[in-house]
């Protein structure tokens, strides 16, 4: 389980409290999620050193990549195009079909929107029926307390959630993390 679009040490606390595996920040200026490096520093070193980081990024090249992947101590990148760094997460965005090859490493499915991420739009997750890399793929994009079920079905990896959370962009509501814990470990 990945939430995602972090930008407050009380929301990753509590993140983790409820056993969350991975959270995620965004480094892509256009979102309403953006977070500095410097704040996601300032985070990470208050939590424990085993904590899975990812970092989220956009239009970065790999040297900056790299670069906020070490100042912040992020354990993952996850990237939009094919790049030469350790522990990526590669992102796919999905409109009516999947990729042909994908990366060998983990993987998360997104809707094709016009603003990348926390859309709260799915895709079609009757095409996943078949795809070979579900076992290392994180669905996102409208996923929620609503529709986790349907997503559980087909076995993915994980999930990754940001808008279905929140009270506002940027800000995680408490009661709706814990009521999507509650159904995703009753689901199982």
Request: hydrophobic share 40%; aromatic share 12%; with cysteine.
């Amino acid at each position: 389980m990945k939430f995602c679009g972090m930008t407050n040490l009380e929301d990753v606390f509590y993140s983790l409290d409820l056993g969350v595996d991975f959270i995620g920040f965004v480094f892509y200026k256009k979102s309403p999620r953006f977070i500095k490096p410097q704040e996601v520093k300032n985070i990470l070193k208050q939590l424990p050193k085993d904590t899975k980081s990812v970092g989220v990024f956009i239009e970065e090249n790999e040297n900056e990549i790299i670069s906020i992947m070490d100042y912040c101590g992020l354990k993952y990148a996850q990237v939009y195009n094919d790049l030469n760094i350790q522990s990526t997460i590669r992102a796919y965005r999905i409109k009516d079909t999947l990729p042909d090859k994908v990366y060998d490493g983990l993987i998360l499915l997104d809707s094709l929107t016009a603003q990348v991420g926390g859309s709260a739009q799915k895709f079609d997750w009757s095409i996943l029926e078949d795809f070979c890399a579900i076992d290392r793929a994180f669905i996102a994009g409208g996923v929620s307390l609503d529709n986790i079920e349907a997503i559980a079905k087909h076995k993915p990896y994980g999930v990754d959630l940001v808008s279905s959370l929140e009270s506002f962009p940027g800000k995680k509501d408490p009661v709706k993390m814990k009521n999507f814990i509650d159904k995703l470990r009753s689901t199982k």
